[in-house]
């Protein structure tokens, strides 16, 4: 006699690829929850962090350790206990495994063992960080952690260069600088926004193009995580308007706009109206004054 099973649950041995929250607990989906209550074991980047979470929920579970450093061993170990009829979440230290995290080769082996692996999605930093940026969003780059050494940076930057779609970075703080220098260099005074620490406590979004915020960056320079978003080369959508709607209004009504629209102070907004209409910084102070006047 065989037992039955409900339409949708996944059959014994299954892999659970669990996203967890970036920052915020509350973010924790219930389905992960359950799912991190119901299976066998937690394999997890760092075993402190995950405990610190499953603890927060009351949840008490075998965890195994799985990281970069470990997973050509630990993947196969995995793997046997799920042939062996396990179920196993796979989470990281914050977000979706695979994602710029280990995952992907305990992932790839069990769908060649043909075991059964579910997605539980949740919070993505750099999701949210696009939803909230202002950028035009329609189709995105991912391009997840750039190479620290800066040739290999300045080459991934180089393969960049023609992209027409808004791009999402990783990056550390104590890297930022050099890589807005090498960006600023490479694909231009573009648009862009540094989204850190996306659904903590110290949430905050620096809006504006990479010279601004280069200079603003060494200024106050930005601690925790970072989320670095590049907009298309000519600056569109929310930073401008189509060209014939942002040149036929009057310059401090466009002005105005990008204020709002950017976040961002007047001094900043008159340079980019000034970029839009190929004008330099002093004659759109000049227009500015005069529709003013008017």
Do not use: W
Request: include cysteine; aromatic fraction near 4%.
């Amino acid at each position: 006699m065989t037992a039955k099973t409900k339409p949708n649950e996944a059959p014994a041995g299954c892999l659970y690829v669990v996203a967890t929250p970036i920052g915020n607990l509350e973010d924790i989906t219930l389905r992960a929850l359950r799912v991190l209550k119901e299976v066998d074991a937690i394999a997890c980047e760092d075993t402190r962090e995950t405990l610190k979470l499953i603890s927060h929920f009351e949840i008490q579970k075998r965890l195994v350790s799985y990281h970069e450093h470990n997973e050509m061993t630990r993947a196969p170990e995995i793997v046997i206990e799920l042939e062996q009829g396990a179920k196993v979440a796979l989470v990281s230290d914050a977000g979706t495994p695979s994602i710029s995290d280990p995952g992907h080769r305990l992932v790839a082996l069990c769908l060649r063992h043909g075991i059964k692996v579910v997605p539980v999605p949740g919070a993505s930093a750099f999701v949210a960080a696009l939803a909230a940026s202002g950028m035009p969003i329609e189709e995105f780059v991912f391009a997840g952690f750039l190479p620290s050494r800066q040739s290999e940076r300045r080459k991934a930057l180089r393969t960049l260069a023609a992209e027409p779609r808004t791009v999402a970075i990783y990056e550390a703080p104590h890297r930022l600088v050099d890589t807005l220098e090498d960006a600023l260099e490479i694909l231009g005074n573009r648009p862009a926004v540094i989204a850190r620490e996306v659904t903590k406590i110290y949430e905050e979004f620096r809006r504006g193009h990479l010279e601004d915020l280069l200079e603003d960056v060494r200024k106050k320079p930005p601690r925790g995580e970072i989320t670095l978003l590049l907009g298309p080369p000519d600056g569109h959508a929310q930073y401008t308007v189509a060209a014939n709607g942002a040149n036929a209004m009057p310059l401090a009504r466009r002005v105005a706009q990008i204020e709002r629209e950017c976040q961002v102070d007047q001094k900043k907004a008159l340079k980019q109206a000034a970029r839009e209409r190929g004008l330099t910084r002093r004659e759109a102070y000049k227009q500015l004054l005069v529709t003013r006047d008017e």
